[in-house]
T-cell receptor, first 112, second 114 residues
Framework: DQQVKQNSPSLSVQEGRISILNCDYT??????FLWYKKYPAEGPTFLISISSIKDKNEDGRFTVFLNKSAKHLSLHIVPSQPGDSAVYFCAASRNSGYALNFGKGTSLLVTP | EPEVTQTPSHQVTQMGQEVILRCVPISNHLYFYWYRQILGQKVEFLVS????????KSEIFDDQFSVERPDGSNFTLKIRSTKLEDSAMYFC????????????FGQGTRLTVV
């Protein structure tokens, strides 16, 4: 039962342009949403989060947008850099301390 | 910067053997978790632990699995009788209590059951 879906397994973007990674969820009980970045053979690294009371959260080059009515969130990276190349996981939970439900990930490649 | 540390980084074990995966969470964190990622699949929740007891577990976390916080710093995952399908990356994570706090993950232990 896939409660969190990332429908694009991969994305390729040119350096300097915007990367947009999308995520959909089905469980309306989810209240807290996170993006993690992962390199091969490493653990997920927290990137940015958003709670359900907000529709946008920004941290430097990273912005997460949440559309609760559509059960959709997206991560914008601008400008994209080659060092951003990694797998990005969307995750959702009922709140802190609860299980994170992960999507399958989107592999982002930023080319020079 | 504080981090979650896991040992060993790679464990090879024979089917049917018991394994213990070890984790040292970030020192002021109170929630502890185990997740796993089978090769090519998504990261899956196994169990969360708070106040010296399991607070939540998934259907993957059956009687073969157990967790323990044997002292003030370690958090362990034991698999009693390993199966081939237990081969995966196992990630420990920890977080602080409170609203909207993220979980920090360790580097993982690659478990290979042969």
């Amino acid at each position: 039962d896939q409660q969190v879906k990332q429908n694009s397994p991969s994305l390729s973007v040119q350096e300097g342009r915007i990367s947009i990674l999308n995520c959909d969820y089905t469980n309306s009980m989810f209240d807290y949403f996170l993006w993690y970045k992962k390199y091969p053979a490493e653990g997920p690294t927290f990137l940015i989060s958003i709670s359900s009371i907000k529709d946008k959260n920004e941290d430097g080059r990273f912005t997460v947008f949440l559309n609760k009515s559509a059960k959709h969130l997206s991560l914008h990276i601008v400008p994209s850099q080659p060092g951003d190349s990694a797998v990005y996981f969307c995750a959702a939970s009922r709140n802190s301390g609860y299980a994170l439900n992960f999507g399958k990930g989107t592999s982002l490649l930023v080319t020079p | 910067e504080p981090e979650v540390t896991q040992t060993p980084s790679h464990q090879v074990t024979q089917m049917g053997q018991e394994v213990i995966l070890r984790c040292v969470p970030i020192s002021n964190h109170l929630y502890f978790y185990w997740y796993r990622q089978i090769l090519g699949q998504k990261v899956e929740f196994l169990v969360s632990f708070y106040n010296n007891e399991i607070s939540e577990k998934s259907e993957i976390f059956d009687d073969q699995f157990s967790v323990e916080r044997p002292d003030g710093s370690n958090f362990t995952l034991k698999i009693r009788s390993t199966k081939l399908e237990d081969s995966a990356m196992y990630f420990c994570a920890s977080s602080t209590p409170g609203e909207d706090t993220e979980a920090f993950f360790g580097q993982g232990t690659r478990l290979t059951v042969v």
